[in-house]
């Protein structure tokens, strides 16, 4: 009983460390993205100036 108590409170700190991971690359993923949506109004606008 004792070793499947620890091996679950294991098991939750892992849960918790990949949830904060995710966390952390959802941020990164939506940094990027904004670079990506300025990138593509330059863009845009570069080809609206050419038309």
Same mark, same amino acid.
Request: charged content about 30%; aromatic content about 0%; proline content about 0%.
């Given at each position: 009983r004792a070793?499947? !108590?620890a091996s679950m409170r !294991? &098991?939750?700190e892992m &849960? !918790? *460390?990949?949830? #904060?991971?995710l966390? *952390? #690359? !959802?941020w990164q993923v939506s940094d990027d993205h904004g670079g990506e949506h300025a990138g593509c109004g330059g863009t845009w606008a570069a080809s609206a100036d050419d038309d």
């Open positions: 070793c499947i !108590r !294991r &098991l939750a &849960l !918790r *460390l990949c949830k #904060s991971m966390q *952390l #690359s !959802r």
